[in-house]
């Protein structure tokens, strides 16, 4: 599966829109791009994901680029339950051979202030 | 509905003791099964997965092991704990689209 790099961390005020940055310069035709977030000792939920269109639900958008080498994660309304890490994650769907498998790296950890 | 569950949620043990880490599935069938382990301030690291009873695949190696003894069970074991095994540990359940966590169990190995 191919990698992703986000930044670190990010900070931002609630109420204002957070813009979460993926690079995953390496994916291929046949992989989504997920992202999921974990608020702290919790598991980790997910949020969106898409091919190459752009998705909306509740949650969030997600933004893919023509060529599909990033993405941007964007929440709309920030609150402070939004404080978390967030997750990109690259990954084929429906293969036998790495079905489902999630490779994380170290996530945005995203804080966001009154 | 589907639902995941994992236990305990945390654990104190001292090195050397065994560990047994249970995760179960409801309301679905044949599960793939997966075991992550986050350390402090890092990302989930892939330890095990499993697509079927008595199928297991290792990502890394290490002083732990784990077994499907049943469709909807998957066990993370080990015979001696370690200091490094310390960690926050994550079943998962991925049937195509989503991925569902369990809790987690945070172990600490004194």
């Known amino acids: 599966d191919a990698k992703t790099t986000q930044p670190p961390s990010m900070d931002c005020a609630e109420g204002r829109a957070a813009n979460l940055p993926c690079n995953h310069s390496?994916?291929?035709?046949?992989?989504?791009v997920y992202w999921y977030r974990q608020i702290h000792s919790q598991g980790p939920q997910y949020i969106i994901h898409g091919l190459k269109n752009n998705e909306t639900n509740e949650m969030a958008s997600l933004i893919i680029t023509e060529d599909r080498k990033s993405s941007t994660l964007i929440l709309p309304h920030a609150t402070l339950r939004d404080t978390a890490v967030y997750y990109c994650?690259?990954?084929?769907?429906?293969?036998?051979?790495?079905?489902?498998?999630?490779?994380f790296g170290a996530g945005t950890q995203v804080v966001v202030t009154p | 509905s589907q639902t995941i569950h994992q236990w305990p949620a945390t654990l104190v043990q001292p090195v050397g003791s065994p560990l047994s880490l249970e995760c179960t599935v409801e309301g679905t069938s044949n599960p793939n099964l997966y075991w992550y382990r986050q350390a402090a301030g890092r990302g989930l690291q892939l330890l095990f997965y499993?697509?079927?009873?008595?199928?297991i695949s290792s990502e890394v190696p290490q002083n732990l092991s784990a077994s499907r003894p049943q469709d909807w069970q998957f066990i993370l074991s080990s015979k001696k704990l370690l200091l490094s095994d310390s960690g926050f540990y994550l079943c998962?359940?991925?049937?195509?689209?989503?991925?569902?966590f369990g809790q987690g169990t945070r172990l600490t190995v004194v």
């Open positions: 390496t994916i291929s035709g046949n992989e989504y």
């Open positions: 998962a359940w991925i049937p195509n689209t989503e991925a569902f």
């Open positions: 994650i690259v990954r084929v769907v429906g293969t036998t051979d790495s079905w489902g498998k999630l490779q």
């Open positions: 499993s697509v079927g009873i008595g199928q």
